[in-house]
T-cell receptor
């Protein structure tokens, strides 16, 4: 079991550029989450998928953010026209969700650090 | 909406001593789950302990235990016999379909 992997681990981009992060969850995990974390803060929910369906997206997320999980396996998170306020660590997590959807341990990747200059 | 509050931004403890980290949450739900996660410096977040809200018995995991008070919506983490490797950020999390995290407590274990 290789765990949740994220790529790239670090990204420095100029303001206005687009960036894309990739997440490979633990195999057979049906749920995949994206969170954003800034220094000294807890992870903030962005969106999550059940298989290939995007079930919820945070109202705090602007239209510049989009996420996909086309085949229910890996996922991508794209940020268009990046702004300095987008600088953060983007965390991916996965779980094997039961029918009820709650109570399942989520496993985190090491995160993708984004710096917008 | 669910909210999680960790009122201790930073704590210190001597090695081998006991420390308790506080967490309160707000929800109108009755069946949910609570977690503590640990994030060591520059490393990924890992599970410490998990509690089911419908269970009155407090969860324990080796040196880690919780004090779950459902009526008070309180979920504290006790670390016994603290070790240097326990130095990390600790996040309390509420799970109802998705995870809601507190702002974290930075724990420093001193030799």
């Amino acid at each position: 079991d290789t765990g949740v992997s994220q790529d790239p681990r670090h990204k420095i981009t100029k303001r206005g550029q687009n960036v894309t992060f990739r997440c490979d969850p633990i195999s057979e995990h049906n749920r995949l989450y994206w969170y954003r974390q800034t220094l000294g803060q807890g992870p903030e929910f962005l969106t999550y998928f059940q298989n290939e369906a995007q079930l919820e997206k945070s109202r705090l997320l602007s239209d510049r953010f989009s996420a996909e999980r086309p085949k229910g396996s890996f996922s991508t998170l794209e940020i268009q026209r990046t702004e300095q306020g987008d600088s953060a660590m983007y965390l991916c997590a996965s779980s094997l969700a039961s029918q009820g959807g709650s109570g399942n341990t989520i496993y985190f990747g090491e995160g993708s650090w984004l710096t917008v200059v | 909406a669910q909210t999680v509050t960790q009122s201790q931004p930073e704590m210190s403890v001597q090695e081998a001593e006991t420390v308790t980290l506080s967490c309160t949450y707000d929800t109108s739900e009755n069946n949910y789950y609570l977690f503590w996660y640990k994030q060591p410096p520059s490393r990924q977040m890992i599970l410490v302990i998990r509690q089911e809200a419908y269970k009155q018995q407090n969860a324990t995991e080796n040196r880690f235990s919780v004090n779950f008070q459902k009526a008070a919506k309180s979920f504290s983490l006790k670390i016994s016999d603290s070790q240097l490797g326990d130095t990390a950020m600790y996040f309390c999390a509420f799970d109802f379909n998705k995870f809601y995290f507190g702002s974290g407590t930075k724990l420093n274990v001193k030799p």
